[in-house]
């Protein structure tokens, strides 16, 4: 593979007579190409070729085993084509780098089992259904307007699709497994992803609950060793390779993993499922930049599979799979997601609340979250505080002006630490123990002032869990507070009366449920300057407010933020479906994905202005900006490497935003991907990184 975008395209090389048994379509090989030996995919075998030169010679099989079979070559092409990338990035993402003694261990492990012929390692011919299916509490999916029917449709090795909304409370991750094993229990394999490792380990071990005590057809393998694999993005090189190539060369199986997990080459594939399509980490930071929803549409379109993406909230690309009628919806009757519902209070949601609490509207948490948690704690039952950052006050801001701290060497935002152990006061509006100190660079501001007024005074902007597990613990004495954040994420709590703090998705689970969750500083979600700061703040609210016990058995949530707001009313309904379809036809009138297809293009502004010039863009291309780079972004290293550049971008770095219909995305990708080419062969100075439908625009 070269990385280059200009050299991204297919090499003729003749196969000498002693490798021609090894050299087959899929295999690792080394060649010689300018004068170097690198490494490379066989991608078909033909008796002809155009090329009207000197052939080059594969110089040696690196394996035997097809890493790369067609139909994974296949994807990984749609992919660079969607996402004006090159193959070679898009190979690095699907297919981990090899390591000999994890492949030849795996191989003898199957063999042992019995379960590598020669003839399983081929796409084998449609399969029909499979054994019935075994008991696995699909009692959970009859909840669910024709949860019941998905199911045998899987198990049935049909290809249905849903967008699936998981009531409050749900045991999410059993519902998910039970899907995938009824794929698996039909004769085929399913491929489950999920954002982090918590999840992974929620849906992994569902998932071997069930193949433990299934009998059918998965008892014959589960037997021989478990049908379940998983590729946590934390496994060493030896371990991930060992756990790929058991996928690749196998028999069907069930694969739970991260983000790069959607690539994984399966026998007969029947179900993609993705968890929580929202979460920032399903979107790959390196080129092409991919997300693991886009990766799977494609996926399960082209494989004939089927689809379930589900979660608590709902994205406008969700939605908008449900419009098209590429997908439909499992939904639970709105009575029985009322029972499942906690009670859910804002932020002074009646005059008569605003009458008995005047400051409600100033405080950080109003007399209602206190009463909420004081029932749970006097019920014995634990009390869940969500906030959006984590630290101590990780930024400040003017106390006279507001107007936010900045560093004076780099205008990063200025923050404070936790008090010294020796017990010295902290915080803003006291004498700090010490100086404010900047997050981006880490300098010490020891004679901050304020630009605006010239204030040496400072107060919280942001109060980060720490503090706010500080002021609870003040607040709740006698209480045990626990904190899960950052480096320290729980991933259960005891049932009993406690103060839980956590920051955005480290929220632990709680048997039973919380007896009351209260969503602080709301409004630092809903202010931020990006296009899906509402619906972020939904889904993060939601996905807190689902661990809460129903409000028939006593679950209440405070979100401190104002009522009136759009998104705080369906908080309120549980109502994520209605504010989805609300968010999709704000997309679809201002113009933005997925109602329409965007490219985002950074650069100085000399090498943008050189890379729109080399670019042939559709004639129905608008474009928006440019307009500066957020401080902190930087650009990818040259070579199209993505490891970050050494020095910050050029201060006058700019992005371009090209706006295309839906019908023209092709054709945008298309032309960018062109661009980069003519801009690589034409050894531009400087860099750009094209990115298409970033997760965020601004």
């Known amino acids: 593979m070269v990385q280059p975008a200009h050299l991204d395209r297919t090499f003729d090389y003749r196969v000498p007579e002693s490798l021609d048994d090894a050299a087959q379509p899929g295999v690792r090989v080394r060649v010689r190409f300018a004068g170097r030996l690198i490494d490379g995919y066989v991608l078909e075998r033909v008796a002809d070729t155009a090329h009207e030169g000197r052939l080059g010679t594969i110089e040696r099989v690196v394996s035997p085993l097809p890493v790369l079979p067609p139909p994974l070559a296949e994807l990984c092409a749609a992919v660079a084509r969607r996402y004006a990338g090159t193959r070679a990035d898009v190979l690095r993402l699907a297919v981990p780098p090899r390591h000999a003694r994890a492949e030849t261990a795996a191989l003898d492990a199957l063999a042992k089992r019995g379960a590598v012929p020669a003839e399983q390692r081929e796409p084998p011919a449609e399969p029909g259904p499979g054994p019935p299916t075994p008991e696995c509490g699909d009692e959970g999916w009859a909840r669910y307007v024709h949860g019941a029917a998905f199911l045998d449709a899987a198990h049935a090795g049909r290809a249905p699709r849903a967008v699936w909304q ?88 069930i694969v739970v993993g991260n983000r790069s997990a959607v690539f994984t080459p399966v026998s007969r594939l029947g179900l993609v499922a993705l968890w929580d399509d929202g979460d920032d980490l399903l979107s ?26 589900g979660g608590h909230a709902r994205t406008a690309e969700a939605q908008s799979l449900v419009e098209h009628g590429w997908a439909q919806d499992l939904l639970a009757p709105r009575n029985a997601v009322r029972r499942a519902s906690p009670l859910i209070r804002a932020l002074a949601d009646s005059e008569q609340a605003l009458a008995r609490d005047p400051a409600a509207r100033r405080a950080r948490l109003p007399a209602i979250g206190f009463q909420a948690a004081r029932d749970a704690l006097s019920a014995d039952q634990p009390v869940l505080v969500q906030v959006p950052r984590a630290g101590y006050i990780p930024v400040v801001a003017c106390a006279q002006c507001r107007e936010p701290a900045r560093c004076r060497r780099c205008a990063g935002p200025l923050g404070l630490p936790p008090p010294r152990p020796d017990g010295a006061a902290g915080g803003a509006g006291e004498e700090a123990a010490a100086p404010p100190t900047c997050r981006w660079c880490g300098s010490a501001a020891r004679a901050h002032s304020c630009t605006k007024c010239g204030s040496r005074a400072l107060r919280a902007q942001v109060t980060g869990a720490q503090r706010t597990a500080e002021e609870f ?197 298309r032309a960018l991907a062109v661009g980069q080419a003519a801009f690589s062969s034409h050894r531009v100075a400087g860099t750009v990184r094209v990115q298409i439908d970033p997760v965020r625009v601004g």
């Open 166 to 253: 998981a009531v409050p409370g749900e045991d999410w991750a059993l519902r998910i497994a039970e899907a995938a094993h009824a794929t698996f229990a039909g004769g085929r394999s399913a491929v489950v992803v999920v954002a982090d490792r918590r999840d992974l380990d929620r849906v992994a071990a569902a998932l071997r609950r069930l193949c433990s005590g299934a009998g059918g057809a998965a008892s014959s393998t589960t037997a021989a060793g478990s049908p379940v694999v998983e590729l946590a993005g934390g496994l060493g090189p030896q371990a991930r390779y060992r756990r790929w190539v058991t996928a690749l060369a196998g028999p069907p199986c």
């Open 284 to 309: 790959e930071p390196r080129s092409p930049y991919p997300h693991a929803r886009e990766v799977a549409l494609l996926r399960a379109d082209a494989a004939g599979a089927g689809f379930l993406l």
């Open 473 to 669: 613990g003040r607040a709740f004495r006698g209480v045990p507070v626990i904190g899960s954040s950052g480096a320290d994420v729980r991933d259960e709590v005891p049932a009993r009366a406690s103060v839980v703090v956590a920051t955005v998705g480290a929220e632990p689970v709680a048997p039973g449920g919380y007896g009351a969750a209260l969503l602080l500083d709301g409004w630092s979600l809903l202010t931020r300057a990006d296009l899906r700061a509402g619906e972020e703040a939904l889904r993060r609210w939601m996905a807190a407010s689902a661990l809460v016990r129903s409000a028939e058995t006593g679950g209440k949530v405070v979100v401190v933020a104002d009522a009136g707001a759009e998104v705080v009313q369906a908080l309120i309904r549980w109502d994520p479906v209605g504010q989805a379809r609300l968010e999709l036809a704000g997309r679809r009138e201002v113009r933005f994905p997925p109602a329409v297809r965007i490219a985002a293009v950074d650069g100085a502004p000399a090498t943008l202005a050189a890379f729109l010039d080399l670019a042939a863009l559709p004639e129905s291309t608008e474009t928006l900006g440019p307009v500066p780079l957020p401080p902190g972004v930087r650009l990818p290293g040259g070579g199209g490497r993505e490891a970050a550049a050494a020095d910050e971008p050029p201060a006058d770095a700019e992005r371009m935003l090209l706006r295309v219909a839906r019908r023209d995305g092709a054709a945008l990708s």
